[in-house]
């Protein structure tokens, strides 16, 4: 089993920046996807960015390229999103995400374990 903790967001104002961070522990995996996904009230959950345990470019959807950066630091086994340039629509709760498999790196039904959520609340 793996344990995914989150801590940070909050409430800021459009352009602000505001960062969130997610521990993994239990029986870790050195292999593997970590991804942050987001969900809005009455909309689906949104894939927002992924990055590997191993390296590798990280992945980002289009509508936080350059704004959002996801990063990690394996000897904490943590995983960062931090956000910069907040846009109202980014409001929504903010979920971290791993999977042992992962084929599709944007679907939420490939990963295995999942975070409690964290609100991120961005005011016009």
């Known amino acids: 089993q793996v344990q995914l903790v989150q801590s940070g967001g909050g409430l800021v104002q459009a352009g602000g920046s505001l960062s969130v961070s997610c521990v993994a522990s239990?029986?870790?995996?050195?292999?593997?996807?970590m991804a942050w996904f987001r969900q809005a009230p009455g909309k689906d959950r949104e894939f927002v960015a992924a990055?590997?345990?191993?390296?590798?470019?990280?992945s980002y959807h289009d509508s936080v390229k350059g704004r959002f950066t996801i990063s990690r630091e394996n000897a904490r086994n943590t995983v960062y999103l931090q956000m910069t340039s907040l846009k109202p629509e980014d409001t929504a709760k903010y979920y971290c995400?791993?999977?042992?498999?992962?084929?599709?790196?944007?679907?939420?039904?490939?990963?295995?374990?999942w975070g409690q959520g964290t609100q991120v609340t961005v005011s016009s």
């Open positions: 995400a791993a999977g042992r498999t992962v084929l599709d790196i944007s679907k939420a039904d490939e990963y295995d374990y």
């Open positions: 239990g029986q870790m995996f050195n292999t593997g996807v």
């Open positions: 990055i590997t345990w191993k390296g590798g470019r990280p």
